[in-house]
């Protein structure tokens, strides 16, 4: 989905990450669980392509905010709309009982690697 945008995953999760107020390099880094130094450079990547910009942010001189731009605001909702599309035709092809004892085996195994 991300590809079809011309987009990677990383750049995708990057995205919607900067459309939280008040995201930075470091805030998006914490939040996603990734190197701060690899969420800047994709966050450079989506300036370079007018999807982001670099705003001064008041409470830290040396780490600007990052702020969509109407461009990358559109593309995001363009993903949006495309997964919950892809989401809505997946749930049709399984009974319900099928997807709760999926989450219920991703859950599990979610906290054994945890442990």
């Known amino acids: 989905m991300a590809q079809s945008a011309g987009l990677s995953l990383a750049t995708w999760r990057v995205l919607a990450a900067a459309a939280d107020p008040g995201a930075t390099a470091s805030r998006m880094a914490r939040r996603l669980g990734l190197a701060r130094q690899s969420v800047q450079r994709v966050s450079d990547r989506l300036v370079d392509s007018g999807l982001a910009r670099y705003e ?3 409470n830290h001189r040396r780490s600007p905010l990052v702020q969509l731009t109407d461009k990358g605001t559109a593309a995001l909702k363009t ?3 495309d997964l919950a599309s892809w989401e ?6 399984f009974e319900l009982e099928e997807l709760e004892t999926t989450l219920q085996v991703l859950r599990s195994l979610r906290e054994a690697l945890r442990e």
């Open 56 to 58: 001064a942010n008041p």
């Open 79 to 81: 993903l949006d709309r």
């Open 88 to 93: 809505s035709d997946l749930g049709e092809d």
